[in-house]
C-alpha cells in the first residue's frame, strides 16, 4: 500500500537539489499508494571513491578513507535535534533523514526548512549517490514522524530502510532483538528490519574475526539474503548503508518493485554492465561506465526519466555498485549467481501519468473512458462484418493471451472469478453474459473470503483474476492457492509485468492506461468489456450464439461513441444533482440483473470518496428489510433501463413512491414510462443512451461516477485521496 522511490546515480553529476526534486517528483506520483506520511534520506557527502572500495573488498565503508583522510562520519558531524509530531530530522552521521507526517507538501517544506536551517549547499554536486524516499499508508501505529520512514538500526544509522509490506512475525523477531540489547522508538514492523541488519552484519563481522581469515568481508547481498530467511510477510524494500557507501540494495516478496535504467552519459562514459556474479561486484569493469536507475513501486514514478525498466520477481536481490547492477534470487540453487531479467521497454508517455488540464485524476480518468474502452477493444474486436466469404468462418473477436487456453476454459467444470472491491462488481456485471454465451457454470469469489473458507477448487475448473494492479495481495494469495489445486488461471489486469500477469497461465491485459485516482472508474468499465470479449471469443464456434453475439460486437464497435456523446451533458446535470444530495448522510442504489453490479460499485464510489454511507441493494430483496429504511428524505436512486429486468423494476419503482420515495430514476434516453412518473411525483430522471443488455452496464455507472465526483468536492474532500484508502492494496488480514 505504501510507495518507496529510489535514486542512485554514479558518474552522472546532480546537484542536490536536482537530487531532492527527483525524489519529491517520484514520490508524488507514488502518494496514490499512501499519503498519510512521508520521508526521505540523502547523503551529505559524495560516496567514498570507488578505488578505495576496491582495494579495501571489506564490505565496511567507515574504514575507507575519503579525498581529504577523515571518515564520512567525521566530515558530517551534526546535532540531533529533538523530534516532535510536526516532523522531525535525524543527524548525526552522514545519512540526512527527513520525516513529516501528512502529504509530501509538508516533507517538501520541513526538508527545505532543514537546507536553509543549516547553509547546506543545494548546488553542491554529487557524482556518486544513493537516496531512498517513502510515502506511507499506515497499518502498524498512527501517521507521525517517528513511525514514517526511512527506519535507522540505531543513531549512526548504519542501516536505513523503506518498506512497502507487512513483517507478520516482526513481534517474534523484535522480542529476540530486544534481549539482545536493542531498543524501539516506533510502533512499526518495519523498523526490526533495520536493526536485525545490523544485528545480523554485527553477527557475520565478528564470526570472520573469530575465524582469523583476513578483513572481514561481508557483501551486502549476501547480508540482506541473510536477513530475508528470517522475514515473514509480504516487503519491498530498499535499503542503503554507512557499511557499503554508494550502494543500493533493493528486494522484494510478495509486494511490487520495479527499476528503471539509464546507462552511459554526456561524457561518453560507457554503458553500465550487469554483474555475473555477487564475488565480481568491485571488478573494475564496474566502475569505468555511468549509471542512473530509478527503484520504485510503480513504473508512474520511473517514466518521466527512463522506458527501460526491470520488473523484479519475488526472491529478488538487486545489488547496484558503481557502474553495474546484479540480481539474484534466494530461491536459487546458488544465490550469488546473477539471474537474468529481462529489460522492458514502457508502452506508456509521461502525459497518461498528469492531471492534462483537469482538476482531479478522478475527474480525468471518468472522461478518459471512451478512449480507454477503445483501446481496450483494438485490434482485438471487427466490429464491421466482411461483406465477402461465410460469416460464419470470420473470427470477430481475437484474444492473443487466450488462443492456447480456449479449448481447456470451454471444457471446465466451471468458470470461477476471483476478485476485491471495484473488479469484484466488474465480474458481477458480466457473469450473466459468461453463462448465456459460453453455457458454463460461473461463480464468482471474494478473493479473502474464498481464503478464509479454504474453498475447494478442482483441476478441471478455471479460475479467472481480475485485478487492476495486478499486486492486489487476497487475490494473488487466491491465485497461489488455485495454483496448487492444479487449476488453469486466467489473469485479467491492467498492468503489465505485473505479479497476477506473471503467476497465471494466460490472461487479457486490459489496455486501459495509467489509474491513478484511488477510486477505479476506467479500469471497472475496462474490465466489464474485458470479460465480454473472453465470453465471445470462447463462443466462437456456437451457431445457436451467432446472432447473440453479432448484437454485442455491433454495440461494441459504438460504444465508445455512445459514451463521449452523452458524459458532456451528464456531467453538468450531474453537478447540479450533487448540489442536491451534497449534505445527505446516506444513499441507496435499487437494481437487478447485470445493473445489480451498477448499484454496488455506485455506492462503493459514494462511500470511497464522497465519504457517505451508501449501500446498493438487490431490488428482489427490498422487502427483506430495505424497505424499512424509506421514508420522504432517503435519497434513493433506482437503475431501470430497458431489460429483461425493466418491468420489475418498474414495479420497484411503484412500490418505492407509493411510500413517498425521494426518488432518482437512472433510465434509458427517451423512456415515456419514466417520464410520466417524473410527472407524477417529485423525482429526478438520469437519461443514458440505450445498448444491447450485456454491455448496459457500462454506460449506467458513467453518470453515477460524475455524481459522487461532484458530491465529493461540494463536500470538501479530496477526491483523488480518500480517507484512509489507498489505491493499491498489497497487504492483508
Not at 566530515?75 to 529533538?82: I, K, T, W
Not at 464522497?610 to 430495505?626: D, F, Q, R
Request: charged share 25%; proline share 3%; glycine share 6%.
Amino acid at each position: 500500500m505504501c510507495g518507496i522511490f529510489g535514486y542512485y546515480n554514479y558518474r552522472v553529476p546532480r546537484e542536490l537539489r536536482e537530487i531532492l526534486h527527483i525524489l519529491f517528483t517520484g514520490l508524488k506520483r507514488l502518494e496514490y499508494r499512501g499519503y498519510d506520511s512521508a520521508g526521505l534520506c540523502v547523503d551529505a557527502i559524495d560516496a567514498n571513491p570507488p578505488t578505495s572500495r576496491r582495494s579495501s573488498l571489506s564490505g565496511d565503508g567507515l574504514a575507507n578513507a575519503n579525498s581529504n583522510g577523515s571518515s564520512a562520519f567525521e566530515e558530517q558531524a551534526l546535532q540531533q535535534p529533538n523530534g516532535n509530531s510536526n516532523g522531525t530530522v535525524d543527524e548525526g552521521s552522514s545519512p540526512i533523514i527527513v520525516k513529516a507526517p501528512g502529504k509530501i507538501e509538508n516533507l517538501e517544506k520541513l526538508t527545505k526548512d532543514y537546507m536553509q536551517q543549516h547553509a547546506m549547499d543545494l548546488d553542491k554536486v554529487y557524482k556518486h549517490h544513493v537516496a531512498i524516499s517513502h510515502t506511507r499508508w499506515a497499518t502498524h501505529g498512527q501517521p507521525s514522524a517517528t513511525n514514517s520512514h526511512p527506519h535507522v538500526s540505531d543513531p549512526s544509522a548504519d542501516f536505513v530502510v523503506v518498506h512497502n509490506g507487512i513483517i507478520t512475525n516482526y513481534k517474534a523477531l523484535k522480542d529476540i532483538l530486544i534481549k539482545n540489547g536493542e531498543t524501539f522508538v516506533s510502533e512499526t514492523d518495519t523498523e526490526v528490519i533495520p536493526k536485525l541488519l545490523k544485528f545480523a552484519y554485527d553477527g557475520m563481522t565478528a564470526e570472520q574475526e573469530a575465524a582469523a581469515i583476513g578483513t572481514p568481508n561481508v557483501p551486502f547481498p549476501k547480508l540482506v539474503m541473510e536477513v530475508m530467511k528470517k522475514l515473514e510477510g509480504a516487503y519491498a524494500l530498499l535499503i542503503k548503508s554507512r557499511h557499503y557507501p554508494g550502494e543500493m540494495l533493493a528486494c522484494k516478496r510478495g509486494s511490487p518493485m520495479i527499476v528503471g535504467i539509464k546507462e552511459g552519459s554526456k561524457e561518453g562514459l560507457s554503458r553500465a554492465t550487469s554483474i555475473s556474479r555477487l564475488t565480481d561486484q568491485y571488478n573494475e569493469t564496474h566502475w569505468t561506465g555511468a549509471l542512473e536507475a530509478w527503484v520504485a513501486s510503480d513504473a508512474s514514478a520511473v517514466i518521466e526519466h527512463t522506458k527501460r525498466v526491470i520488473v523484479l520477481e519475488d526472491n529478488d536481490v538487486l545489488h547496484i555498485v558503481g557502474g553495474g547492477y546484479g540480481i539474484y534470487n534466494t530461491r536459487q540453487a546458488d544465490v550469488e549467481e546473477a539471474v537474468s531479467r529481462k529489460l522492458q521497454v514502457l508502452q506508456v508517455e509521461v502525459d497518461q501519468v498528469m492531471k492534462g488540464g483537469y482538476e482531479h485524476y478522478m475527474q480525468k480518468e471518468i472522461h478518459e473512458q471512451p478512449e480507454a474502452l477503445l483501446q481496450t477493444m483494438r485490434g482485438r474486436v471487427a466490429v464491421e462484418k466482411t461483406s465477402e466469404g461465410n460469416p460464419y468462418h470470420q473470427q470477430r473477436v481475437k484474444l492473443g493471451g487466450l488462443v492456447e487456453t480456449r479449448d481447456i476454459i470451454r471444457r471446465s467444470r466451471r468458470i470461477m472469478f476471483v476478485a476485491c472491491g471495484t473488479s469484484y462488481h466488474a465480474a458481477l456485471a458480466a457473469r450473466q453474459t459468461v453463462e448465456e454465451l459460453v453455457e458454463v457454470p460461473v461463480v464468482l469469489e471474494l478473493a479473502s473470503d474464498l481464503l478464509d473458507r479454504c474453498c475447494p477448487i478442482f483441476r478441471d475448473d478455471t479460475c479467472v483474476y481480475i485485478s487492476q494492479s495486478g499486486e492486489t495481495a487476497d487475490t494473488l494469495r487466491a491465485l497461489e492457492y488455485a495454483k496448487a489445486r492444479g487449476a488453469l488461471c486466467v489473469g485479467i489486469t491492467n498492468t503489465v509485468g505485473s505479479a497476477i500477469s506473471r503467476a497465471t497461465h494466460c490472461g487479457i491485459h486490459q489496455n486501459a492506461g495509467y489509474e491513478i485516482g484511488v477510486a477505479s472508474t476506467k479500469a471497472y468499465t475496462s474490465q466489464i468489456i474485458c470479460i465480454t470479449m473472453m465470453a465471445l471469443a470462447l463462443a466462437e464456434d456456437s451457431i445457436s450464439k451467432r446472432e447473440r453475439r453479432d448484437q454485442i460486437i455491433d454495440e461494441l464497435g459504438q460504444l465508445p461513441e455512445k459514451m463521449k456523446a452523452f458524459m458532456k451533458d451528464q456531467d453538468q446535470a450531474m453537478a447540479q444533482l450533487a448540489a442536491q444530495l451534497k449534505d445527505s448522510n446516506s444513499l441507496m442504489f435499487f437494481a437487478r440483473g447485470n445493473n445489480y453490479a451498477t448499484a454496488l460499485e455506485a455506492a462503493l464510489k459514494c462511500k470511497e470518496v464522497a465519504l457517505i454511507h451508501s449501500e446498493g441493494i438487490l431490488a428482489g430483496e427490498m422487502k427483506h428489510g430495505a424497505l424499512a429504511l424509506v421514508d420522504e428524505h432517503l435519497p434513493i436512486v433506482v437503475i431501470a433501463t430497458k431489460d429483461r429486468m425493466y418491468r420489475k423494476m418498474e414495479s420497484v419503482i411503484q412500490q418505492l413512491l407509493a411510500r413517498s420515495a425521494r426518488l432518482i430514476i437512472l433510465c434509458t434516453h427517451g423512456d415515456a414510462n419514466m417520464k410520466q412518473y417524473a410527472a407524477r411525483s417529485d423525482c429526478k430522471l438520469i437519461e443514458v443512451p440505450g445498448t444491447v443488455e450485456a454491455l448496459q452496464p457500462v454506460l449506467n455507472i458513467v453518470p453515477l461516477q460524475l455524481l459522487a465526483y461532484h458530491i465529493t468536492v461540494l463536500r470538501g474532500h479530496n477526491v483523488d485521496q480518500p480517507r484512509n484508502l489507498a489505491k493499491s492494496v498489497t497487504v492483508t488480514d
